[in-house]
Nanobody, 119 residues
């Protein structure tokens, strides 16, 4: 059974940083590309970042480029998202998601972790 479990969310002040983690199980992690997607209150899903199976390729939405960094540790079956210079528009539920190929459609998504940016 594919399982994706996010952690690391919370309340942070504008300008602050958070690091999200996603523990993956039930599949060969290194064989799949991964994504972070988010959903802000009252809005649809936004694909934030993608990373290839071996981590050699990454992509970011314009809204987070230069502030967020996606990475993975295939030995630990874990995906990360380092988020810096957070602002109120980053408030959302963040999900990690699996993709069969880099930048392809996501087929599984975790339960999400809440990130709230507020003073």
């Amino acid at each position: 059974e594919v399982q994706l479990v996010e952690s690391g969310g919370g309340l942070v002040q504008p300008g602050g940083s958070l690091r999200l983690s996603c523990a993956a199980s039930g599949f060969t992690f290194a064989h799949y590309a991964m994504s972070w997607v988010r959903q802000a209150p009252g809005k649809g899903l936004e694909r934030v970042s993608d990373i290839s199976g071996m981590g050699g390729s990454t992509a970011y939405a314009d809204s987070v480029k230069g502030r967020f960094t996606i990475s993975r540790d295939n030995a630990k079956n874990t995906l990360y998202l380092q988020m810096n210079s957070l602002n109120s528009e980053d408030t959302a539920v963040y999900y990690c998601a699996r993709a069969k190929f880099y930048s392809g459609p996501n087929d599984y998504r975790g339960q999400g972790t809440q990130v709230t940016v507020s003073s």
